[in-house]
């Protein structure tokens, strides 16, 4: 057991390697060579998976010396698939040794053809997206999504589910691309429905993918608040409408950001008095409660609720200039109305200036 639990502890360098510009120098018996231990990687999963003890102890060897390491127990039966997906993205690696990895990745059994051809065609398909002159960050975005979506639906399958290895691979991510990423993968959902409403049918069996999304991004208040910092605030509202429990969170955080606002008298406007502490301008508030407010009709009324709320916590005011809430809810208000009866506005405005 001594002599594999050494072999494992292999299995970190091993994929360090596969993504480093050593494979300049393999040739295609080299990359054999480094299929099969991935391929005995895989046996020691399957021989050990049902043994507890064994299979604790190989996970624990992993993990030795590996702060953070992403790897466990369970990454040694995909290990086919992280060699295979990890070389393919080398680009260091020579022609013919990647001539041979294709031959190999096609070449195998049945059910590792299917998962290592729909990695290769993935991998393909990103990299055209990739280098897509339209829209150069979305198509990127979008792809990387669909890869974690995937990952998740696969792992939703297991008792470990994500929480290995989630976190680790999107910290890898410069934050705005990593934040957008997991919103796309969360609006593909579905989602609860509209403004927290329950869907059902076909969507309830994308909760158990969207949980373990939705726990990164709520389960630190840094990362949350640098999200809704960071992306756009339609896209926030967006998310806002599909999760009842994101909506919340993120309502809470634009009343702390608001509260920071006062009031100057002199220049007729909410300022920040400390910008190191006020996260949002006056603007930027309004903004993000305006796109709350131009969704759905739940997630409007619910906003609208929650800034009413906020005004009568803060004196019920209906003066401007003493509640940063009174006026964010008058001029919701009023754009709104000018929404509804853009024709009732417009006579009036030609009437004033006629």
């Known amino acids: 057991m001594a002599a594999v639990l050494e072999q494992v502890a ?26 099969e231990w991935a391929r005995y990687f895989q046996h020691l999963h399957d021989l050990f998976c049902c ?6 102890a190989l996970g624990r060897r992993l993990r030795v010396g590996r702060t953070g390491s992403p790897l466990s127990f369970r990454h040694l039966g995909g290990c086919p698939e992280l060699l295979g997906l990890a070389l393919l993205e080398n680009r260091a690696l020579p022609p013919a040794a990647c001539r041979r990895l294709l031959r190999r990745l096609f070449l195998q ?3 590792e053809q299917g998962r290592l051809a729909l990695l290769a065609r993935r991998k393909a398909a990103f990299r055209l997206l990739e280098t897509s002159a339209a829209s150069p960050g979305e198509p990127r975005v979008s792809a990387e999504a669909g890869l974690l979506l995937c990952r998740l639906r696969e792992d939703g399958k297991e008792a470990a589910g994500a929480s290995g290895w989630l976190g680790p691979v999107l910290e890898l991510l410069p ?44 389960e630190d208040l840094h990362r949350l608040s640098a999200c809704c910092l960071l992306l756009p605030g339609a ?5 806002a409408d599909r999760y009842a429990q994101f909506r919340r969170r993120y309502v809470d955080l634009l009343a ?25 301008s006056w603007e930027e508030l309004r903004e993000r409660f305006g796109c709350l407010c131009q969704g759905s009709v739940q997630l409007r009324g619910r906003t609208q ?13 209906h003066a401007r200039g003493l509640s940063v809430w009174t006026d964010l809810l008058l001029e919701l208000e009023e754009d709104l109305r000018k929404k509804q009866n853009p024709h009732v506005w417009t006579f009036k405005h030609h009437k004033t200036v006629s």
Request: charge should be neutral.
């Open 175 to 218: 934050l705005p691309r990593a934040f957008a990423v997991v919103a796309e993968a969360l609006l593909r959902m579905g989602g609860d429905g509209p403004a927290g409403g329950w869907k059902g049918g076909a969507d309830a069996g994308m909760e158990t993918s969207a949980d373990p999304l939705l726990s990164w991004l709520l």
């Open 235 to 239: 896209l926030l509202a967006s998310l």
């Open 256 to 280: 702390e950001w608001g509260s920071r606002l006062l009031y100057d008298p002199l220049k007729g406007q909410w300022v920040k008095d400390c910008p190191e502490e006020a996260k949002l």
């Open 109 to 111: 059994g049945e059910a």
């Open 51 to 56: 043994r507890r003890r064994l299979r604790d």
């Open 305 to 317: 609720a929650a800034l009413k709320l906020l005004k009568a916590r803060d004196g019920d005011f």
């Open 10 to 35: 292999e299995l970190p360098a091993l994929l360090a390697v596969s993504r480093s510009a050593v494979v300049r120098d393999w040739d295609p018996l080299t990359l054999d060579r480094a299929l």
